[in-house]
């Protein structure tokens, strides 16, 4: 039996709508620093070019926003989240993953979903560099969960023992955003 693509609830789009609660970052190469920090025992600062030279992968996932619609088929290249978790060596006690935007947006997932084969830190969108809409130079994309969970313009990875909800979790949005459950918002 094929396993459908689309959750329910959702229509496919050939585009790629822009949704953003902010500006996009203006990114400064020179300047520009990801960190990964909190329970790991190697902190990680990286500038953009040492950000770049590490392993590159390229992943095809869906992507699926809590408005509604989907789009299939994205071909994402970067970091895998599996291969910074093993770069900062990520302690047993975290259980949850923070992703942090320039401008101090936050979301937040569980440590399993990051680690999921569908994770990665993207530079590149189709071939091409990230664009800022889209949440260029970096964003992380989590492709098992709602595409809000999937933050723009990434510059900090933050492992906690406790959930920290984030922007839109505050606001009424499901913590676990599981799209085949229609997990969209939090009953209150």
Request: charged share 30%.
């Amino acid at each position: 039996m094929k396993k459908e693509r689309v959750p329910p609830g959702q229509h496919v789009t050939d585009g790629f709508p822009v949704l953003n609660v902010e500006r996009p970052m203006k990114f400064d190469r020179q300047k520009w620093r990801f960190r990964v920090t909190g329970e790991v025992d190697k902190p990680l600062e990286l500038t953009w070019e040492q950000f770049l030279a590490m392993p590159s992968h390229k992943i095809v996932a869906d992507f699926h926003c809590v408005t509604g619609w989907s789009r299939l088929d994205n071909e994402w290249e970067g970091v895998l989240g599996r291969t910074i978790c093993e770069t900062a060596k990520v302690k047993p006690s975290a259980k949850y993953v923070v992703m942090i935007a320039d401008s101090g947006y936050t979301s937040n997932t569980s440590v399993d979903s990051f680690l999921d084969d569908g994770t990665i830190l993207a530079y590149k969108w189709g071939g091409k560099d990230l664009e800022p809409k889209h949440g260029g130079p970096l964003r992380s994309v989590v492709s098992s969960i709602y595409a809000y969970k999937s933050v723009k313009w990434l510059v900090e990875l933050k492992f906690v023992k406790a959930d920290e909800p984030g922007y839109w979790e505050v606001r009424g949005y499901h913590n676990e955003a599981d799209p085949w459950k229609e997990k969209r918002y939090s009953v209150r």
